[in-house]
C-alpha cells in the first residue's frame, strides 16, 4: 500500500476549527453564497439536513456568548469575505451579535429542515435585484454546487460513496489486519501532522482545565480527585483531559481545535485519550504516534461505515479506535485489538447523539474512560463474544451490523430530538 495515499486520506479529514462545527459550517455557507452578491443580501433562505439541525441548534457560537442556527446564519452574512475557514467566528464581535439578533428578529433568515441525516446545506442569498445560491454536502466545508442568477458557476456534485473514497483510497476495502500491518511498518517521521494535532487538542484541554466552562465536567473531575473522592489514576486523567476540552469548545470558546472526519469532539476524543494513556505507560513518542496512526485508521473504517453525520454518538466510534490504539501501545496482538473495539461496540454503541451542546463533555468522558477499560479488559483476554446482540465474529462484520442500525433501525431518532428540542419549555 502507498502510505503516501493513506496520509493523504487522514489529512483530509484533520482541519482546525474554532467552535461545534455544525453552526460553524453554517456561518461558512453563508459567508460564501453572499460573496457572489454584489450588492449585500436582504435575505437568507436556508435548507439543512436534521442532523445539520440537531447539532447546531443548543451548542454555543464562539465569541457570541449564545447559540442560535438563525444567528449563525446572520453572522456568516456580517463576516462574509474571501479566504473564510471553518474559523469563521475568530472574527466575531459584540457589534456583531448585536446586529445579527436585530438582523433575526427581523426574519432575515428563513430555515426548513430536512428529514435526513445526510451532511448538508443549501443556502440562498438574495436583494431584489440579484441572487446566488449554494449547496454543501458530505463535509462541512465541501461547498459543491453554486449559481448566480441561475447561472451554474460550480458543480461538483458526485455520489457519496465517491466522495468518501479519499482520492482512490476506500477504507471499506481494507481490514483491520491490514491497518496493524501499516501501523508497524510507518515511518513515524511521517507522522508529524498527527503529533501537531495532538498539541492543538491539549492546548484547548488545558485552557478548560482553567475555570469553568459549560457544565465544567472537566475542572469537576479535577475537585474530586483533589477531595479525595476519585483516585488521581490513568482513568480519571483520560476522562478530565478529553472532558475538559469538550467543555471548552462546546461553550464557544475563543480557541480552535483540531478536528477529525469533520468534527472537533471526534478530533478530541480520537487523539487525546492515547496521548493521555502513552503518558501514564512511558511509551516512546513513536509508539504513540504509531498507535494513533491505528486509531484513526479504524475511526474512519467505523465512520465511513455508520456515516459522517449519525442518530450514533460520534464519541463512541471515536472511542472506539482510542481504545485499539491503546491495546497497541500496551503490546497487544490483533485479536485484543480488535477484541478493545468489540467491547466498546457492545458497551458504549447505543447512545444517540441528541445535538451538539455542553453536555456533549459528559459524552467525551464516558466513551474516554470506557475506551481504557476496553483495552484493559481486551489485554485481560475478555472480549465479549460473538454471541451478544449485534457483536459478530469479526469486528469488520460488527460495524456493518451497527451501520444497518444506525441507517435502518434509527431512522427517526433525528427528527424525534429535533421535535423534542422544538417543544420543551
Sequence with gaps: ????????????????????????????????????????????DM??????????????????????????CALGFLLSKPGNTMEIFADVKPEHVVQAQKLVADGFVKVKVLPSSQFYIECTASNGKESAHTITEDSHDNMVFAEKDGKTLVDERVDIAAAESHGGFDITQHTFAEFLQWANEVDPKDLGFIKEGIEMNL??????????????????????????????????????????????????????????????????????PIAVVAKH??????????????????????????????????????????AAGMVYMMGGNLEQICGAVQNMMGGVAGIFCDGAKGGCALKLSICA????????????????????????????????NLAKLSHEGLAEVDMKVIEIMQTKQ
Excluded at 502507498?2 to 482546525?16: G, K, L, S, T
Excluded at 435548507?47 to 465569541?63: D, E, G, T
Excluded at 472532558?243 to 468534527?263: H, P
Design 203 to 272: 492546548a484547548i484541554s488545558e485552557i478548560g482545565m482553567k475555570q469553568k466552562y459549560a457544565i465544567g465536567v472537566g475542572p469537576a473531575l479535577k475537585n474530586l480527585v483533589d477531595a479525595g473522592k476519585l483516585s488521581n489514576d490513568m482513568v480519571t486523567d483520560v476522562k478530565r483531559t478529553v472532558a475538559a476540552a469538550g467543555d471548552f469548545r462546546m461553550s464557544g470558546g475563543n480557541g480552535s481545535v483540531m478536528t477529525y472526519l469533520g468534527s472537533g469532539n471526534q478530533g478530541i476524543e480520537t487523539m487525546l
Design 281 to 322: 505507560l512511558g511509551v516512546s513518542e513513536e509508539k504513540m504516534l504509531r498507535a494513533e496512526f491505528l486509531g484513526m485508521l479504524i475511526i474512519m473504517y467505523l465512520k465511513h461505515h455508520v456515516g459522517r453525520l449519525s442518530p450514533i454518538c460520534g464519541a463512541t466510534l471515536a472511542g472506539s479506535g482510542s
Design 1 to 44: 500500500m502507498d502510505m503516501n495515499i493513506v496520509f493523504r486520506a487522514i489529512q483530509n479529514e484533520m482541519q482546525p476549527s474554532m467552535g461545534c462545527t455544525e453552526p460553524v459550517a453554517i456561518g461558512l455557507a453563508v459567508s460564501r453564497t453572499c460573496e457572489y452578491l454584489e450588492q449585500p443580501a436582504e435575505g437568507l
Design 47 to 72: 435548507v439543512i439536513s436534521s442532523n445539520i439541525f440537531k447539532n447546531a441548534y443548543s451548542v454555543q457560537i464562539p465569541n457570541a456568548g449564545t447559540n442560535g442556527i438563525e444567528l449563525s
Design 369 to 400: 474512560g470506557e475506551a481504557v477499560y476496553s483495552a484493559l479488559y481486551a489485554m485481560d483476554n475478555s472480549m465479549i463474544q460473538a454471541t451478544d446482540g449485534i457483536i459478530s465474529t469479526a469486528v469488520e462484520d460488527t460495524t456493518k
